[in-house]
């Protein structure tokens, strides 16, 4: 007889309100259950499905260590695969290949996912496999060194790609004196100096029941998942508690922002990558429908304002785009050009203008509705996949709490108006930007000596 019970969940109702819940959407069930110690298991059935996706999502990221290990959740993530105390490194990679099966990880600023894709017939085989790594990894002192020179140069390669250190520069710069500004995977400084001893003890004190949530997305039983996940989880010998509850989620208090400042990196390279941004607004934040609208006008395709002025009449880049990211804290705002570094004060210009004239009038209704008809099609597009089910899931979980049906996601996009844009885009953009440059002398000289 199961140990968990299944009831109803009104759609939107937040994923803390209940112990579990079931709900019908588009002809898939999604169900929810709290498992003895805490651990939640969320599922998506879809039978027309001939795969199965499933992910260990940890609710702890980069955000969450403390001083002694910084780089220890993505350090993490490469050992994992490493072995356990039944499966070597190999077994792991042959028992997904034999299947035609793929597994990786990631990890993020707020949690860590182990993933798998597979077919529906080879489910028990994922979940054994991802459970196991979850929950009994050796961190052989072997394998530590090994991985300590592979994230060296992982960190390395991104040093050496300018695009990837401005966007890394620009949310130290922003979110500095804040953990969520700080690198994920650590710094060249962290890793070399991260004990073995550090990485376990973050892996005891975190990899724990109340934090583990397990998704799964395709043509699959809810009760068999849980069967799964129970069983990995006594055989690790964990502590299953029957009135444990999950961990609290992360306290959403306000991010700490910076001031305003104008950082130039100067390295020996052919482009000048540039970002003016600042703040943005958190993932709980009503206001991130407006906002991602407005990114997407600004700089969400070729139709959009950055892509049609930079690039398309003037020819000052290849690429220009805007983005967003949000935690529980805060998030980020962001307009993004690479060019010539002749052509950096041209650019600088026209991106502060398209941020102010953003901020400073409404948007036509053919421009709105061709922004909100972009986000809601790569959103439906993008959901016809298992794996991406299955994300969402985890995602509703651990980042925002609400699970959102397809429709309302649709209509909270389809809602917003051309005052709601402008008014999100004065808000975030009312206080001075920062600018974060990565490129050549020259460029780095321009940008300090823009006014």
């Known amino acids: 007889m199961p140990t968990w019970s299944v009831v109803p969940l009104v ?30 298991v969320l599922t998506e059935d879809i039978p027309a499905t001939r795969s199965a996706a499933i992910g260990a999502w940890v609710a702890v990221g980069s955000r969450d260590e403390a001083e002694e290990h910084a780089g220890s959740t993505h350090f993490l993530e490469h050992l994992l695969f490493k072995g356990t105390s039944r499966r070597s490194a190999y077994d792991i990679a042959a028992a997904f290949d034999a299947v035609g099966g793929e597994a990786n990880a990631a990890t993020a600023k707020n949690y860590t996912c182990y993933y798998a894709r597979v077919l529906d017939a080879d489910l028990p085989l994922a979940s054994a496999i991802i459970m196991d790594m979850v929950t009994s990894s050796v961190l052989d002192p072997g394998e530590f060194e090994t991985e300590r020179a592979v994230i060296l140069e992982e960190l390395s390669m991104a040093l050496d790609d300018p695009s990837d250190l401005v966007h890394e520069r620009f949310t130290e710069t ?52 849980c069967e799964a996940v129970l069983a990995g989880a006594r055989a690790a010998g964990w502590a299953l508690d029957a009135a444990a509850v999950p961990a609290e989620r992360h306290d959403a208090t306000s991010a700490v922002y ?16 540039v970002i003016l941004g600042g703040r943005g607004v958190a993932n709980g934040d009503p206001r991130r429908f407006a906002l991602a609208v407005a990114s997407t006008i600004l700089g969400g395709g070729m139709s959009s304002r950055l892509f049609q002025e930079i690039r398309e009449k003037r020819g000052l880049a290849y690429s220009t785009y805007s983005f967003t ?60 996949d298992t794996g991406a089910r299955m994300s969402r899931l985890g995602l509703a ?10 429709e309302e996601t649709l209509e909270r996009y389809r809602s917003v108006t051309a005052a709601d844009v402008q008014a999100v885009a004065s808000d975030i953009l009312a206080a001075d930007l920062s600018l974060v440059l990565v490129g050549p002398q020259q460029a780095c000289d321009a940008l300090l000596a823009l006014p």
């Open 258 to 273: 910076a001031p305003a400042t104008t950082l130039a990196i100067a390295r020996p390279i052919e482009q000048a990558h």
């Open 11 to 40: 759609s939107g109702t937040s994923t803390d309100t209940a112990a579990s819940f079931s709900l019908s959407q588009d002809g898939a069930l999604i169900r929810r259950s709290i498992l003895p110690g805490g651990i939640r």
């Open 397 to 406: 979980e651990i980042v925002t709490g609400r699970l959102l049906s397809f």
């Open 174 to 225: 922003v979110l500095a004196g804040h953990p969520l500004g700080r690198p994920i995977g650590g710094t060249p400084e962290t890793i070399a100096a991260l004990s073995r001893d550090a990485v376990a003890e973050h892996y005891r004190t975190t990899y724990v029941p109340g934090e583990l949530v397990i998704t799964a997305a395709g043509n699959i039983n809810h009760d068999d998942v």
């Open 325 to 384: 990211s949000g935690y529980a804290e805060g998030g980020l705002f962001g307009a993004y050009a690479a060019s010539a570094p002749a052509k950096v004060g041209a650019v600088v210009e026209l991106l502060r203008a398209e941020v102010a004239k953003l901020a400073g009038e409404p948007a036509d209704d053919e421009e709105l509705g061709r922004a909100i008809g972009q986000i809601c099609g790569s959103f439906v597009l993008g959901s016809e």
